[in-house]
């Protein structure tokens, strides 16, 4: 493109953490429309396209004035500019997205901002320029107790930190949205409303784990201590990562339901491939997707789940209790748990049920 009467595409303006602020398209250099976003917007940018950012400060300065009086009457004369100073800045990104690639995935990196401040006030602090991969909502941020759970697996060395690692390469098909939702039981089926948290299998490449905040709900992440939060996550992380899995081998913005999708699987994911051929394939279809996940995790996963916990948890109980933690979300009608003797899964019980009873997370 070297003439704007050429310029097909979107003009997005981005800050630094991947927040959308506004996009404006145009066709053939002419202005098409412009779409203003609200806080809570976020995307991963870009979503498509080769894409080249302007990175554009914008100063904040207070002007100065020095105001004067009549000293004999008291008069109020005016205010006289006396000089500015430099107070804050703000980065916005301008991005120009052109020759997108449906399907197409890319990862980029913003340029590094120069510091130009005519003011002469301070310099520029270390700017991560790393586009967000992961998604992480106001509302998760803003929730103390899910936001330490998810550093901590984070700067873990475990299998849910390689996990939440995986979404992040260069070239990864997938991504990541974590959200809390004060409205659980309004935007999720009854069948939803005794958990802590749902994962979404993927739509246009977007997998959203979202955390039931919703005071009305018993189930809400709000009763729970912090051990049962990362419990929840873990649990929840498996199933991006398996959703993350299906997408890679499938190369399409959404997971494609078929017989012969779970048969080409075989060769990449054979666990899957098998866990859904006998718990989905060869049962009811209308089950819903998480039905194979869950007996494939209650047998395979025990124990990596256990070793996770008790790695975030820095090793403070037995192993017999983190694997009975890791149970939670996993004694529904899987192969595995009825497979226990009586004895195993009374323990079980009793360590989730104590460990549930102790006070909410008041980070
Ligand atoms: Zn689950």
Redesign the pocket.
């Known amino acids: 493109m070297s003439k704007l009467k050429d310029f097909n595409g979107t003009i997005k303006y981005t800050d630094l953490e991947g927040q959308n602020l506004r996009s404006s398209n145009y066709n053939k250099g002419v202005f098409i429309k412009a779409t203003e976003y609200n806080n809570n917007d976020k995307s991963k940018a870009p979503s498509v396209g080769p894409v080249v950012y302007i990175p554009i400060l914008i100063f904040r300065t207070i002007d100065h004035y020095n105001l004067g009086w009549n000293g004999a009457t008291g008069d109020f004369l005016g205010a006289w500019y006396k000089n500015s100073t430099y107070d804050n800045y703000r980065i916005v990104y301008v991005s120009i997205e052109t020759g997108m690639v449906e399907g197409g995935t890319y990862h980029e990196h913003y340029a590094e901002p120069e510091f130009i401040n005519a003011h002469g006030a301070g310099s520029l602090p270390d700017i991560d320029t790393h586009v967000e991969e992961i998604i992480i909502d106001t509302s998760f941020k803003n929730n103390d107790c899910l936001n330490d759970v998810f550093n901590k697996f984070s700067a873990g060395d475990n299998r849910i930190s390689d996990y939440i690692g995986n979404f992040i390469p260069e070239g990864s098909a997938a991504n990541l949205t974590l959200v809390t939702d004060d409205d659980f039981s309004d935007h999720f089926d009854p069948e939803y409303w005794s ?1 802590g948290a749902v ?1 979404s299998e993927p739509e246009n490449y977007m997998i959203t784990i979202t955390f039931n905040t919703d005071p009305n709900l018993p189930s809400s992440v709000g009763n729970f201590s912090s051990i049962i939060l990362a419990t929840e996550f873990m ?2 992380m ?2 991006a990562e398996m959703y993350r899995k299906l997408l890679a081998h499938a190369q399409q913005p959404e997971i494609p339901w078929t017989e012969e999708f779970i048969h080409s699987l075989k060769n990449d994911f054979n666990g899957l491939a098998d866990y859904y051929t006998r718990w989905w394939l060869e049962r009811d279809p209308n089950l819903p997707a ?1 039905s194979a ?2 007996q494939l ?1 209650a047998e395979h996963y025990i124990d990596i789940m256990a070793d996770a916990l008790s790695d975030y948890d820095d090793n403070q109980h037995s192993q017999e209790f983190y694997e009975a933690l890791s149970w939670i ?2 004694k529904e009608d899987t192969v595995a748990w009825n497979n226990l003797s009586p004895e195993q899964q009374a323990y079980i019980n009793s360590q989730i049920q104590n460990t549930m009873q102790n006070g909410p997370c008041t980070n």
């Open positions: 958990a994962t649990h929840e498996i199933h998480t996940q869950h995790m979300g996993l």
